[in-house]
């Protein structure tokens, strides 16, 4: 699994101060620094984030924005870590000077923002019946996730996201915003060529209209989260036959969306629930939400 790794010191910064008591306490806490990004020649966009995977994090974006195509072909990615710059240049000439006019503000964490003709691509998204997800799969992950080193762990404040195959998870990322968290692993999937119809996405935010938008745009028909919903994700999960899981800890979890996925292959009665120490996580997760 490609995942966080909890111990690189530029992730996260020990500070000094005092707790409850009055007492001195060290910790740790995560990195956030801007990177720039341009798309050929066109600024597009700064982003805050913990400074991991730039690369993915610009083509994701880039992806996730409907500015890269399914047949664009990149030439390269130019990274310049003391400038905060990354460059992704393609071979087809790119302007997007009127698109960027028209901006969404969203209710993701650290400001995130769509363009218009977003939304006008994912009206046309429909997925269909094939994909499934079984309730062992769904078990199987969430304590495979909740187990792994994280960022978070370490030093808190942070989002995590998951890419999954059954009930193996294959990509993990996180960062300040989920919107970065989930723009790394479309990256890694544009530029790795890696198939959408098979997979499930997993976040441990709620389950809002941006992460139902972004996971459609990476053509993912699953989404599954140990948060709650907010109604506009749930419609429009709906809207496009996705299956949308949430308040997914342990053996419990509700569907409100594409139940019809879900292949109940559990007996839950012989199935042990979430340890308390992760029911602790999940509830300072929902906090940090």
């Known amino acids: ?102 901006k969404v503000r969203t209710s993701g964490c650290a400001q995130g923002t769509v363009f218009g003709d977003v939304m006008d691509r994912f009206d046309e998204i429909r997925f269909e019946s094939g994909a499934e997800i079984k309730t062992s799969w769904l078990y199987g992950l ?42 790394k692993i479309a990256g890694w999937m544009w530029l790795n060529g890696v198939s959408p119809d098979d997979k499930i996405f997993y976040t441990t935010g709620r389950l809002t209209s941006e992460m139902v938008i972004k996971t459609a745009m990476m053509g993912i028909p699953i989404l599954v989260s140990r948060s709650g919903f907010t109604a506009w994700g749930v419609d429009l999960a709906r809207q496009i036959g996705m299956t949308l899981i949430g308040r997914a800890r342990g053996k ?10 879900i292949v109940f292959d559990l007996d839950m009665s012989q199935t042990e629930d979430e340890a308390p120490e992760h029911r602790r996580k999940g509830a300072r997760e929902d906090q940090d939400a």
């Open 142 to 183: 969430t304590k495979k996730i909740n187990t792994a080193p994280s960022l978070y762990l370490s030093a808190g404040a942070i989002h995590g996201c998951v890419l999954c195959q059954e009930d193996r998870p294959l990509v993990y990322m996180e960062d300040v915003g989920r919107h970065n968290a989930v723009d």
């Open 252 to 261: 419990r979890f509700v569907a409100l969306s594409g139940d019809k996925r």
């Open 1 to 102: 699994m490609v995942r966080p790794d909890p111990d690189d010191e530029r992730l996260s910064t020990a500070v000094q101060g005092i707790d409850q008591d009055g007492r001195p306490v060290d910790t740790r806490v995560v990195t956030e620094r801007p990177l720039t990004l341009y798309l050929n020649s066109q600024e597009i966009v700064t982003m805050m984030t913990i400074g991991d995977h730039p690369d993915l994090l610009a083509v994701g974006y880039l992806v996730n924005q409907n500015m890269l195509r399914t047949d664009d072909i990149v030439t390269g990615i130019d990274y310049d870590d003391d400038l905060e710059i990354v460059v992704v240049r393609t071979e087809r000439e790119t302007n997007y000077e009127e698109k960027m006019k028209k």
